[in-house]
């Protein structure tokens, strides 16, 4: 509940920032495009898994829209609609720290939906402008698969060998298939006649839990955290007269 609270203040703030700017010189501005680059994903659990950066492609449709310049400032609303394979890649090492052979990989694969407030600095047209932006992000896993290794080292117990005993996230259906967080970044935007630049870096901060959190439950916490790397192109649907 205190999450989906942090949440809904983030939303809330996201556009009582559009909405104040709104006292500078408007704008209309409405560009869409496409974007693609790379996510760096670790998934937060409690108690720990030792993990790799798990690495996946995201893609998909990008909008911005330009509402104001007030003072140097210039003042947007951006939006993405994307498909990005997260997940986890473990770090498997032996009681004494050293590597072994097992390997696991666990696929997610999301539709997701970030939303920022976004500040921008710099030349509107012909030129380059640097910018930060930040709010809610919403995504629905639509899939998700696992690699591992055909033999796993096992203990006296017989199952797989792992310095902190935790095995339960393997097999372990996804449980909570809607995922909620913040995300904010920064990146540089290039102005030209025929379209807009952008090279961006983010982070995702989840606060839903992949995995069931109650006490009878294996893990109290299982979220996302991503950086994302992005290129995007838009092109001008409309624009103010300047």
Same mark, same amino acid.
């Given at each position: 509940?205190?999450?989906?609270?942090?949440?809904?203040?983030?939303?809330?703030?996201?556009?009582?920032?559009?909405?104040?700017?709104?006292?500078?010189?408007?704008?209309?501005?409405?560009?869409?495009?496409?974007?693609?680059?790379?996510?760096?994903?670790?998934?937060?659990?409690?108690?720990?898994?030792?993990?790799?950066?798990?690495?996946?492609?995201?893609?998909?449709?990008?909008?911005?829209?330009?509402?104001?310049?007030?003072?140097?400032?210039?003042?947007?609303?951006?939006?993405?609609?994307?498909?990005?394979?997260?997940?986890?890649?473990?770090?498997?090492?032996?009681?004494?720290?050293?590597?072994?052979?097992?390997?696991?990989?666990?696929?997610?694969?999301?539709?997701?939906?970030?939303? $920022? #407030? /976004?500040? =921008?600095? +710099?030349?509107?047209?012909?030129? &380059?402008?640097?910018? @930060?932006?930040?709010?809610?992000?919403?995504?629905?896993?639509?899939?998700?698969?696992?690699?591992?290794?055909?033999?796993?080292?096992?203990?006296?117990?017989?199952?797989?060998?792992?310095?902190?005993?935790?095995?339960?996230?393997?097999?372990?259906?996804?449980?909570?298939?809607?995922?909620?967080?913040?995300?904010?970044?920064?990146?540089?935007?290039?102005?030209?006649?025929?379209?807009?630049?952008?090279?961006?870096?983010?982070?995702?901060?989840?606060?839903?839990?992949?995995?069931?959190?109650?006490?009878?439950?294996? $893990? #109290? /916490?299982? =979220?996302? +955290?991503?950086?994302?790397?992005? &290129?995007?192109?838009? @092109?001008?649907?409309?624009?103010?007269?300047?």
């Amino acid at each position: 509940m205190r999450n989906i609270r942090y949440f809904s203040a983030l939303v809330l703030s996201a556009c009582c920032l559009v909405a104040a700017a709104q006292i500078g010189d408007a704008r209309n501005n409405f560009s869409i495009g496409g974007n693609a680059g790379i996510a760096l994903n670790t998934v937060d659990f409690d108690p720990t898994i030792k993990q790799n950066m798990h690495i996946g492609p995201s893609f998909g449709l990008s909008l911005k829209y330009v509402s104001e310049k007030y003072f140097t400032t210039y003042c947007a609303l951006y939006a993405e609609l994307n498909y990005t394979q997260l997940g986890w890649d473990e770090d498997i090492r032996d009681y004494d720290g050293k590597s072994l052979d097992d390997t696991y990989t666990r696929n997610i694969s999301y539709v997701q939906l970030p939303v $920022f #407030a /976004r500040l =921008a600095w +710099g030349r509107e047209q012909r030129g &380059l402008q640097f910018f @930060v932006q930040a709010g809610p992000q919403v995504g629905f896993c639509i899939s998700d698969s696992e690699d591992r290794s055909g033999d796993w080292v096992l203990n006296e117990q017989g199952n797989p060998s792992r310095p902190n005993n935790v095995v339960a996230q393997y097999d372990l259906d996804i449980e909570h298939k809607f995922d909620y967080g913040i995300a904010g970044g920064l990146g540089l935007e290039y102005n030209s006649p025929i379209g807009h630049f952008i090279l961006e870096g983010r982070y995702y901060y989840g606060l839903a839990d992949m995995f069931g959190n109650s006490k009878k439950d294996p $893990f #109290a /916490r299982s =979220a996302n +955290g991503t950086i994302h790397v992005k &290129l995007a192109y838009l @092109v001008d649907l409309h624009r103010s007269e300047r």
